[in-house]
Nanobody, 124 residues
């Protein structure tokens, strides 16, 4: 099992940027895990944001964040990142990172290991 810890959330204004980090620890072979970011607003279902393959060569984004967010990873540091630019009020949510064995996927039920989440709040 992989332990994941997100950080970097906070309160920002619309148009600002934030960099979320996800530190992975635990099981060996983590370099080959696909990693993803999801987000959830209270009372709503968790939604897919972005995913990246183990090697970093394949990335996929939700339409709502395409062109504004960038997912990346540094396997030497066992850390994944989500750079969020031009933030909008509707980006306000708790952001979770998750990993899975195998290729990238946009559905949360494919992901076994999850972090505790980090709150991102964007004010107008």
């Amino acid at each position: 099992q992989v332990q994941l810890v997100e950080s970097g959330g906070g309160l920002v204004q619309a148009g600002d940027s934030l960099l979320l980090s996800c530190l992975a620890s635990g099981r060996s072979g983590r370099d080959f895990h696909a990693m993803a970011w999801f987000r959830q607003v209270a009372g709503k279902e968790r939604e897919f944001v972005a995913t990246i393959s183990g090697t970093g060569e394949v990335t996929t984004y939700a339409d709502s964040v395409k062109g504004r967010f960038a997912i990346s990873r540094d396997n030497a540091k066992s850390t994944g990142y989500l750079q969020m630019n031009n933030l909008k009020v509707e980006d306000t949510a708790v952001y979770y990172c998750a990993v899975r064995d195998g290729p990238t996927a946009t559905e949360e039920y494919f992901y076994r290991d999850w972090g505790q989440g980090t709150q991102v709040t964007v004010s107008s």
